[in-house]
């Protein structure tokens, strides 16, 4: 028992990227603060963390297993198309 609680604890490269991911979702105001409940917009921290993934990605290249370098390459793809689109419609 002891030894299954240990294992859900563990973080793994796809649980850093998605927690990543989710800390971006709230700066995009897609997901509520996990404390406050309300959304924020920080647009400047979820850039930095689709900076960070992108620096992740460069860094990673070649030691990844499939399914660790697609999330990864969709996590940045989708927060880029959300933070792209966040731009444009505060430009208008």
């Given at each position: 028992?002891?030894?299954?609680?240990r294992d859900q604890?563990?973080?793994?490269?796809?649980?850093?990227?998605?927690?990543?991911?989710?800390?971006?979702?709230?700066?995009?105001?897609?997901?509520?603060?996990?404390?406050?409940?309300?959304?924020?917009?920080?647009?400047?921290?979820?850039?930095?963390?689709?900076?960070?993934?992108?620096?992740?990605?460069?860094?990673?290249?070649?030691?990844?297993?499939?399914?660790?370098?697609?999330?990864?390459?969709?996590?940045?793809?989708?927060?880029?198309?959300?933070?792209?689109?966040?731009?444009?419609?505060?430009?208008?």
């Open positions: 028992m002891a030894d299954q609680k604890s563990k973080i793994d490269f796809s649980n850093f990227i998605l927690s990543l991911n989710t800390s971006a979702l709230i700066h995009l105001g897609d997901l509520p603060d996990p404390q406050t409940r309300e959304r924020i917009y920080d647009i400047q921290s979820a850039k930095q963390t689709v900076d960070i993934l992108e620096l992740l990605k460069t860094k990673t290249e070649g030691n990844l297993d499939s399914e660790e370098f697609r999330l990864l390459d969709d996590v940045i793809y989708d927060l880029r198309l959300k933070y792209v689109k966040i731009m444009q419609s505060d430009n208008k």
